[in-house]
């Protein structure tokens, strides 16, 4: 049961470099989700996504984009890395189908440093 | 503003001696509450969700309980193998995929 999976575990970048979290789950759900954690604080809502084709923004899109072509995918896209980006970033999927339990499935997590 | 706010923000405990977590909530019209563990290195694991005041939900040594401005996670006995960051979270005002959190309670029990 593979569930959701994050890649890479870790990475670093250099100030104005561009990457993708890849993220992918197999439990056919429709809802996914970024957020981030920085040291001490709650996760922060970055991206989601309602299903194939549709995203939205969080609570702290600026420097991120998203894209979802499949149900399975979700990358999150840096364009121009930034010190402020330096953070664990967590993918997430939900069954939800509005009647109720919107119960999250984490992945693993992709620990950035932006230096 | 929707808010979310734990304490403690950390809890040292010795094996065996119960405790509460507290997470305590602005939204209004809550339609649910949600109880995450999460270990080091990990992303957070779904423990509970309440949905009303009053209910009750437990998981071995952990019990949740719910009234209208606040969640408790009591930890009854606790073992070394319950050390973890404990989150809660609750659906924002106009929406119910997208969850607010805490940001945690860091439980470290003691042999």
């Known amino acids: 049961n593979a569930g959701v999976t994050q890649t890479p575990k870790f990475r670093i970048l250099k100030i104005g470099q561009s990457m993708t979290l890849q993220c992918t789950q197999d439990m056919n759900h429709n809802y996914m989700y970024w957020y981030r954690q920085d040291p001490g604080m709650g996760l922060k809502l970055i991206y989601y996504s309602v299903g194939a084709g549709i995203t939205d923004k969080g609570e702290v899109p600026n420097g991120y984009n998203v894209s979802r072509s499949t149900t399975e995918d979700f990358p999150l896209r840096l364009e121009l890395a930034a010190p402020s980006q330096t953070s664990v970033y967590f993918c997430a999927s939900s069954p939800s189908s509005g009647q109720g339990e919107e119960k999250l499935f984490f992945g693993s997590g992709t620990q950035l440093s932006v230096l | 503003e929707d808010q979310v706010t734990q304490s403690p923000e950390a809890l040292r405990l010795q094996e065996g001696e119960s405790s509460s977590l507290n997470c305590s909530y602005t939204?209004?019209?809550?339609?649910?509450l949600f109880w995450y563990r999460q270990d080091p290195g990990k992303g957070p694991e779904f423990l509970f969700t309440?949905?009303?005041a009053g209910e009750e939900k437990e998981k071995e040594r952990l019990k949740a309980t719910l009234t209208k401005k606040e969640s408790f996670l009591h930890i009854t006995a606790p073992k070394p193998e319950d050390s973890a960051t404990y989150l809660c979270a609750v659906p924002v005002e106009d929406s119910s995929y997208k969850l607010i959190f805490g940001s945690g309670t860091r439980l470290l029990v003691r042999p």
């Open positions: 939204v209004s019209g809550l339609r649910g």
């Open positions: 309440l949905y009303s």
